[in-house]
């Protein structure tokens, strides 16, 4: 088991007086190593908060969010500081590349840390192979300004994988694409799944995306139902 949700709830307030809007509800939820997910689920319905929490951008009300065998929502900084550089690749809603940095310089941004030469000559043969394998190697010293929308999720897609995660979680990484670029990332997607056991959370409104995947769940009133 790669992640275990157990007893998960979210709630926001927009001001100190407003009644919180349940969003995430006593929800149980589970994914075994290698799993391809696909989360569904109208426009509200608690997707995004439900990755934040995955990922550690946010912290449950309750409940407990097991990786592997730990209980992330109690880890400590350095803790969540190795589970997000290492475990974890975050593709975000919108793509979130820096745009002062080249495709590469973002690209790279996750190994910046590394001190080892070695390391960062491997990390570099990385990335070129994985901007290469999604076809943008040729814009590497291009601004994201620069470049389509379709080009830039596949950017973000790459730099979530640059420090080979156990997991992917992504959000709407196809979100606003054309059919043939749904299918790039797509293909990429199932590729690193397939051959490089990543274990793949998918939020997506794209039928096309969902299919590939093994299992399909929808977001409704704050639990997640298999389809
Ligand atoms: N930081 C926040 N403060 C207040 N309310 C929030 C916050 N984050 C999310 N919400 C609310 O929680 C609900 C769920 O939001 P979320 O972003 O998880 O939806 P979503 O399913 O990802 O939607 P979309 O498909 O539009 O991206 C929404 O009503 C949203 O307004
Ligand atoms: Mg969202």
Redesign the pocket.
């Known amino acids: 088991m790669i992640l275990n949700l157990q007893n998960i709830s979210k709630s926001?307030?927009?001001s100190h007086d407003a009644p919180a809007?349940i969003?995430l509800n006593d929800m149980n939820f589970k994914m075994e190593e290698g799993d391809s997910v696909a989360i569904l689920?109208?426009?509200?319905?608690?997707?995004?908060?439900?990755?934040?929490l995955i990922g550690t951008l946010?912290r449950p009300d309750s409940g407990k969010i097991f990786f592997r065998d730990k209980n992330i929502v109690d880890f400590k900084p350095r803790e969540l500081d190795a589970f997000r550089n290492q475990e974890i690749g975050f593709v975000f809603?919108f793509h979130h590349l820096l745009p002062q940095c080249s495709v590469l310089e973002n690209v790279l941004i996750p190994t910046l840390v590394l001190d080892d030469r070695d390391e960062k000559k491997q990390k570099y043969a990385l990335a070129e192979k994985l901007l290469k394998r999604v076809g943008i190697w040729d814009h590497k010293d291009k601004l994201p300004g620069k470049l389509s929308g379709g080009e830039c999720q596949r950017a973000a897609v790459v730099r979530a994988m640059i420090n080979n995660p156990s997991i992917l979680l992504a959000?709407?990484p196809t979100g606003a694409l054309d059919k043939e670029n749904v299918g790039i990332i797509a293909d990429l997607l199932m590729d690193l799944n397939k051959n490089e056991g990543l274990s793949l959370l998918v939020?997506t409104?794209s039928q096309e995306l969902a299919s590939r995947m093994n299992k399909t769940y929808e977001?409704v009133q704050g639990k997640p139902v298999l389809k």
Do not use: Y
Not at 41 to 52: D, R
């Open positions: 926001f307030s927009i809007r969003v689920g109208p426009s509200g319905s608690g997707k995004t908060t439900m990755l934040n946010d809603q959000d709407e939020v409104h977001l």
